[in-house]
């Protein structure tokens, strides 16, 4: 299971146990509802299998969120993500290799337009370069890839003194904007 790295808003960066088992399957599959405990199920498995009672009963209790692959056009299922929201505890976006970048605009847009306050996870191919523009645009859960070190991993949230642009977590640098 890949570590988990906790980012809050207004916290410090910490490993965390994960006790959600990411689910990886075919839109005809219907074994999610047989995986025990918290799992993560793609968007496109929602959208076709979600409206069932066994779904809805087990994401109301906490136990059932989502995972947006880059292909997803989550403007074009804004109806029901904005039903979704209130349903799941958690969001997550499927980075399937490091160098795709629309995992990236997928975050900014949950944060921005859709107004998404909850946790918002990044799982995948992650890498350790990756957190802090991540953690940018408002990501603040990161499950590693498994060759990567949670000691560095967590050592990159304090490596930057100044931020020279505005973010999801804050603006920039009070030192920074006053050089202008």
């Given amino acids: 299971m890949p570590k988990l790295i906790r980012y809050p808003k207004q916290?410090?960066?910490?490993?965390?146990?994960n006790d959600w088992q990411v689910f990886r399957a075919t839109e005809g599959e219907e074994s999610a509802a047989l995986t025990p405990g918290k799992v993560i199920v793609p968007f496109t498995w929602w959208t076709s299998h979600g409206a069932k009672e066994?779904?809805?009963?087990?994401?109301?209790?906490?136990e059932i969120s989502v995972w947006f692959a880059p292909e997803d056009d989550?403007?074009?299922?804004?109806?029901?993500?904005?039903?979704?929201?209130?349903?799941?505890?958690?969001?997550?976006?499927?980075?399937?290799?490091?160098?795709?970048?629309?995992?990236?605009?997928?975050a900014a847009l949950l944060r921005e337009r859709f107004g998404w306050d909850g946790?918002?996870?990044?799982?995948?191919?992650?890498?350790i370069d990756q957190l802090l523009p991540l953690s940018r645009v408002g990501f603040d859960s990161f499950a590693i890839r498994n060759d990567q070190s949670?000691?560095?991993?967590l050592a990159?949230?304090?490596s930057v003194a100044y931020q020279f642009q505005n973010d999801w977590r804050a603006e920039r640098s009070q030192k920074q904007a006053s050089l202008k």
């Fill in 11 to 17: 916290g410090q960066a910490q490993l965390v146990p």
């Fill in 54 to 62: 066994q779904y809805q009963g087990r994401a109301l209790k906490g």
């Fill in 74 to 106: 989550i403007l074009a299922h804004r109806d029901v993500i904005l039903a979704g929201l209130k349903l799941w505890p958690i969001l997550a976006i499927d980075f399937p290799v490091f160098r795709d970048g629309r995992g990236y605009s997928t």
């Fill in 119 to 127: 946790e918002l996870r990044a799982i995948g191919d992650v890498l």
């Fill in 150 to 153: 949670p000691e560095v991993a």
């Fill in 156 to 158: 990159q949230f304090n």
